[in-house]
């Protein structure tokens, strides 16, 4: 389990733990059998968004850590570059192979960018994981907009609820997961007098994931 700054150093001083950072935060590494084995119920809870994400590692009692990211956006550029490179090396007047089959079709795949998208999520999720003890993700359900009469789009098209199912079923192989909407968060919100800031790309934590 976590613990406080003043008890880490008092280890630390005294031989009983070996201090460490993990991808910039803090930690000790216990020299001793610790007095307790007990766990507490710790909640990730993760906002989605398209230019920024919010991810808090909280427990009944305490918040222990709040990360603010930016959202994967630039590999769709990547990818559309990548691909007029290799059509204008075709159209030289140099040998090369011949065109493959397209060997994607028929399978269920998730296009790149959505792909990497959601896998930034899971990577950090994976991070968490290493340094706390997690028992439950708790994620704010987001979705795609519909379209009128558009049955494929609206069941499996969206890029948004393929890569957001893909992200549920990892995450529930990891530590139970509960979905809320955005109502939910919104009476949670009214309810604990939080407030949310209208500065979407501020850097402030209370700004919401845009």
Not at 35 to 54: F, T
Not at 101 to 115: D, E, F, W
Not at 154 to 164: D, I, Q, R
Not at 184 to 198: A, I, N, P
């Amino acid at each position: 389990m976590p613990t406080t700054p003043s008890r880490a150093k008092r280890w630390i001083k005294s031989g009983k733990a070996t201090p460490f950072w993990n991808s910039g935060v803090f930690c000790v590494r216990l020299n001793i059998e610790p007095s307790s084995h007990n766990y507490q119920p710790i909640a990730v809870g993760i906002d989605p968004g398209s230019k920024r994400e919010g991810f808090t590692v909280k427990s009944k009692s305490h918040t222990y850590l709040n990360i603010q990211t930016h959202a994967v956006d630039w590999v769709k550029d990547r990818v559309e570059v990548r691909r007029n490179m290799r059509r204008a090396r075709r159209f030289r007047n140099t040998p090369c192979r011949q065109n493959r089959a397209n060997r994607l079709v028929n399978k269920n795949r998730i296009p790149p960018s959505t792909k990497a998208r959601w896998q930034w999520k899971l990577r950090i999720v994976n991070w968490l994981t290493l340094m706390f003890p997690i028992s439950t993700f708790v994620v704010e359900d987001i979705k795609a907009r519909t379209w009128k009469n558009g049955r494929k789009w609206n069941v499996s098209f969206s890029p948004l609820e393929v890569g957001k199912h893909w992200f549920y079923d990892l995450l529930i192989k990891i530590a139970h997961l509960e979905i809320r909407s955005g109502n939910d968060t919104y009476e949670l919100r009214q309810k604990l007098g939080l407030k949310k800031s209208k500065q979407k790309l501020s850097n402030k934590f209370e700004a919401p994931p845009c």
